[in-house]
């Protein structure tokens, strides 16, 4: 499926940066204690580890489908939606993730959809992750007391994206806005219609079952960095698994809010961190650490971004034969 050399050039930044992480992280380990680290660690949890991550992607395309429904693209064949979302998934390598608007130009092209009413899904989709990451990671914030003033400032953000998407006072404020500012002025329509969807979509009902799905889906990617840290060596412990949501919840949080590719680099260096700090140097060593978040991030991220492109090259011709670029796709047609 080609996409723009723009994206393209994106993706493969991304990919640069990843790379590069992944080498700082092993430069900044005992480079023989990591590999007795790795060597040591329970190979044989991967499959359900990777199960998991699996899990969360099932119900996160369940939320996908859902929210399709709600913005009148319910029609669109089950098949190709799971493409579509599945493709999406390497475009999480993106800055800020724009890259998954992606997934509204095909969708216009499978079902008609117009990109102005589909492209609030990825906001929304976002919000509830988020709120669901938050609320996940509230018992190990409780406990550990680290990271509040941060995880406050996303929680107050999040809440102000919802206030302002239902409310007639935030349409006033959106529409007022767009009307005074030269270059959207005509676009208007477009605006209006993206609104629509995005009240449609963040609406207490919706709202309510967006972030449910987030808190059961991201659950399993949390029990699924409890069995990274028991293999490598953690007692299986109820605070271990409050530690492990806490750490992949704000972690993940945090990668998000830098719009770096995939959060590469400060979601790894916050794995890294939190760990240290909460664990201590008496149960896991730095080494250690850095093997958990090795692990983890390719374990979700990467294999993520792996299943992403498997999908987008064996679903080329059935999502979109002739597809143009993102870039010269018509916003609102």
């Not at 030269?182 to 709202?207: G, M």
């Not at 029990?223 to 993940?252: E, I, K, N, Y």
Request: charged share 15%; proline share 4%.
């Amino acid at each position: 499926m080609p996409v723009s050399s723009d994206l393209r050039n994106k993706l493969l930044i991304g990919f640069g940066i990843g790379v590069a992480v992944v080498l700082a992280l092993i430069a900044a380990a005992d480079v023989r204690a990591l590999r007795a680290t790795l060597d040591a660690f329970a190979w044989d949890l991967i499959p359900m580890i990777l199960g998991l991550t699996v899990f969360n992607y099932a119900l996160r395309f369940v939320k996908w489908h859902y929210y399709l429904g709600r913005v009148g693209a319910g029609h669109t064949k089950l098949g190709s939606s799971l493409a579509i979302f599945l493709g999406g998934l390497t475009m999480a390598m993106t800055p800020g993730k724009v890259g998954e608007l992606l997934k509204s130009v095909l969708l216009r092209r499978v079902s008609g959809t117009p990109v102005s009413v589909s492209a609030p899904i990825v906001m929304a989709e976002r919000l509830t992750d988020g709120i669901a990451l938050l609320l996940l990671s509230a018992g190990g914030l409780a406990l550990y007391r680290v990271g509040v003033p941060v995880l406050a400032v996303i929680g107050l953000l999040a809440a102000l994206v919802v206030w302002i998407s239902v409310t007639e006072t935030g349409r006033r404020l959106v529409l007022g806005a767009a009307d005074r500012l030269p270059l959207v002025r005509k676009r208007t329509a477009d605006i209006a219609a993206l609104y629509a969807s995005s009240r449609n979509l963040l609406s207490p009902s919706p709202l309510a079952v967006g972030i449910l799905l987030g808190i059961v889906s991201w659950a399993g990617e949390c029990v699924a960095f409890f069995l990274v840290l028991v293999g490598l060596g953690q007692p299986p412990t109820w605070r271990l698994l409050l530690l492990s949501a806490f750490v992949l919840g704000a972690s993940t949080l945090i990668g998000s809010a830098s719009l770096l590719p995939g959060g590469l680099g400060v979601a790894d260096l916050t794995v890294t961190s939190l760990l240290l700090l909460t664990l201590g140097a008496g149960a896991m060593d730095r080494s250690e650490a850095i093997a958990a978040t090795l692990l983890i991030r390719f374990c979700t991220l990467w294999f993520g971004v792996a299943v992403g492109l498997l999908t987008l090259v064996l679903a080329r011709r059935q999502l979109a034969p002739d597809a143009t670029t993102l870039r010269s796709e018509p916003i609102g047609s």
